[in-house]
């Protein structure tokens, strides 16, 4: 291994340590503190489930653009039921069942009619962030409509001595514990990354490549519903376009996360360390009344330089 | 007419040393045969040669005179062309827009392009060799491998500035047929006559032995042995090359290994890609070779075997039931299948040696299918690839970063991992040194002594031979016969192929 390699694997965590000491100087008080670290551990929790579900599709060498979209559609098609009357149990299953329809349609386009995951992702992205707005008439559901028991789950969690692990925070922690066993543990998740590698290969030596690829959209629709519902939970209401941005940070949490990984491929305890990275870098920036739109180019600058140092190891070679 | 002379070449990447002492005299109008293991040091003197690796020292003189050796545009300053193994031809161009993609294209008006000229000028170039039945006007992608060889060359000798006078070849004939190779030694024999020197690189002995004046053999990096053709054999050049003395070259089966009496898999009328009315019967333990011309269709009755190739027509029972539907569920049924290229179709290259290996077998290794056990698969691939006599450092070690026969045996443990009863091989030995050859021989002959049915085919003659118990010849579209392999020999093996009745009727 060379020092490039090094840099590759490392540069990202050691990027990583010296923001954390920046905070930790710059608050004393506030960053480090247990409190503000639990309440950035809800803030991303959002954030983390979509992308630890996009590492499943990003594992395979395909991604997901439509999972913004998702997450909106479900929060609103959850919300609409509420106000129908519907139950709270059955529109959180008919919200993530959205999901899971929603993950099904990606895999059929991608992996049985072969359409490029860029093209048909962005086509059903369209398609899902139009179906949030007919379903809501472009309103904003709030307010009474919400009932309490689905809001109150946000604001629920888990008394541990003196800290309280909010409930979203556990629903994320969960997530990252399915999906790290389905990844790393199983051999349905050794195939994905067989057909990462080389899915020609991986189809020759018995791999069902085609159902396994459409499956693993399911995922990434879920995951998508999931956060989608968090979302609504937690901010007490529904519009058509709130969980819009959860789809490009999403993807490039897993690219953070694959500088860091030694083959550089997606590995979802990466992708959770991105997560991180993004959700402190965001905390911090906000404690010190830096400028959203800033917070924007920084995030941007971060992932261009973690990625371009990743691609150093491989300029040499050329 | 001049003469290129290298000594004194040392090369080091980090603490291997790759290149040591060598050196190398290139005379006019002779072919000078490199030849080597995999991993001998012959890509890093070539990539020497070609400027793009820098020698950490090396003397290089033309006709006595020293000259500088600093980058690929001196490479092309003293002459020196190359023909690689992976042809760089553009597929979406014409022929002529191909030939002639590094000169400056002929203009009409200072602005268009004159196609006439174009083509005319590249039918000159190819019909300098006698290539006249290329049309300059058609799709390069739609040549075949051996046309695509004959139009690189062409481009090369349609250079209109320094006339070259050293070519190196690296296995051109690799993925060529033998009519096509035929027309390249022609070609070859032009160029010396021409008095270009050429540096010859491939691993097919008899081609060596036919064409070149002159043999170098690289052992770990140094000069193994090096004089003119005449002066050594066949058999010294392996010598040279393994550093012992040759076995015989193809392990024969051992006592109380011949072939059973079940039969494995039934084949009747099967019609698929370029070829029809296949029919066969494999029994347990017999080798099954099938020979042809490039592109005959053994590779797609390999995949059809597999179940990922649609039939036109026919049947396929294996092990008393219909054959598999696709390559899934031929794995599951015991089948394993070692694809023809192994980097585009064998391997995840960047992955490690496990994963590689038990890939087909994940299931098995796992407790009830839900639960991978990454101990058991380690355990698999480490005794697989004892098994294969695989050579690497550690078993994390990326599969790109073996050479081209280990990453052949990390393919090959993986099909020997499930003890299949049916394994079929495309080109077992395709760009793989004769060392690691020996050890694929001996994994195919352990395979067949368990009892499994193997099919191989091959475009190296002998070793169909050496190897197998029947041969099926494809030619002209059809199954033409299947001969007994026992006392054939190369040339009636090649007349059949060619269209030549065998002696004996179908089996």
Known sequence: MNVAVHLRRYGTLAGFALMVIFFAVNLPDTFLSARNLLNVSQQISMLAVVAFTMTVVMSMGDFDLSVGAMASLAGVVAATLFVAGWPVGWAIAAALGVGVVGGLLNGFLVSILGILPFVATLGTMTVFGGLAFVVSDGRTVFGRDIPAGFSGFARSGLELGEWRIPALTLVALAVLAVIWLVLEQTPYGRRLYAIGGNIEAARLAGTRVKRLRWLAFTFTGMGAAIAGLMYASRVASANPTQGDGLMLDAIACVFLGMTMSEEGEPRVLGTALGVLLLGLLDNGLTQMNVDSYIREVLVGTIIILAVASGSLGTLRRR | ?507
């Open chain 2, 1 to 507: 007419m001049r003469t290129l002379t290298i000594s004194g070449l040392d090369k080091s990447y980090g603490p291997a040393r790759v290149l040591r002492g060598v050196d190398l005299t290139l005379h006019p109008g002779e072919v000078h045969a490199l030849m080597g293991e995999n991993g001998a040091g012959k890509s890093t003197l070539i990539k020497v040669l070609a400027g793009i690796v820098d020698a950490d020292r090396m003397t290089l003189a033309v006709d006595g005179a020293e000259r500088r050796l600093a980058g690929p545009a001196d490479a092309a300053a003293l002459g020196l062309r190359f023909v690689h193994q992976e042809l760089n031809i553009v597929p979406s161009l014409s022929v002529a827009e191909n030939i002639l993609l590094s000169r400056h294209t002929p203009r009409r008006f200072g602005l268009a392009v004159d196609w006439a000229a174009l083509r005319a000028r590249a039918a000159d170039a190819l019909a300098r060799f006698g290539a006249t039945h290329i049309d300059p006007g058609a799709r390069a992608g739609g040549l075949s491998t051996g046309d695509r060889m004959l139009t690189v060359l062409a481009g090369i000798l349609a250079a209109d500035d320094t006339p070259p006078s050293v070519f190196v070849m690296d296995e051109p004939t690799a993925a060529l047929t033998h009519a096509e190779a035929d027309r390249l030694f022609a070609v070859i024999a032009e160029l010396k006559a021409r008095g270009a020197a050429i540096l010859y690189v491939s691993h097919r002995m008899a081609e060596v032995v036919a064409i070149a004046n002159r043999v170098t053999v690289l052992r770990d990096g140094a000069v193994a042995l090096s004089c003119p053709m005449a002066e050594t054999s066949k058999e010294g050049i392996i010598e040279a090359m393994t550093g012992q003395p040759l076995a015989d070259a193809y392990p024969s089966r051992t006592e109380g290994t011949a072939p059973g009496r079940d039969i494995v898999l039934d084949v009747a009328e099967l019609s698929v890609g370029p070829v029809c009315d296949v029919a066969f019967r494999l029994r347990r333990g017999e080798i099954l070779g099938i020979a042809g011309l490039e592109g005959a269709g053994q590779s797609e009755v390999l995949r059809a075997l597999l179940g990922d190739l649609t039939l036109r027509n026919g049947r396929v029972t294996l092990g008393g039931e219909p054959g598999p539907r696709s390559a899934a569920e031929a794995w599951g049924r015991g089948v394993a299948y070692v694809p023809r290229e192994r980097r585009a179709e064998g391997l995840m290259l960047g992955r490690s040696i496990a994963p590689n290996v038990v890939l087909p077998h994940l299931q098995r290794l796992s407790r009830m299918g839900l639960w991978s056990r990454g101990r058991a698969e380690r355990v698999e691939a480490e005794a697989r690839g004892r098994e294969v006599r695989l050579k690497y450092d550690r078993l994390g070690q990326s599969v790109a970063t073996l050479s081209g026969g280990n990453q052949q045996k990390v393919v090959f443990a993986r099909a020997v991992a499930g003890t299949p009863r049916l394994a079929l091989l495309d080109e077992p030995t395709r760009g793989v040194d004769v060392g690691a050859r020996g050890d694929i021989y001996r994994s195919i002959r352990r395979l067949s002594a368990t009892g499994t049915g193997v099919v191989m085919t091959s475009s190296d003659l002998p070793e169909l031979i050496g190897m197998c118990d029947r041969i099926l010849i494809l030619s002209g579209g059809r199954q033409a016969g299947i001969v007994e392999a026992a006392g054939l020999t190369s040339a009636r093996l090649l007349a059949m192929i060619y269209g030549d009745r065998p002696a004996e009727a179908v089996a």
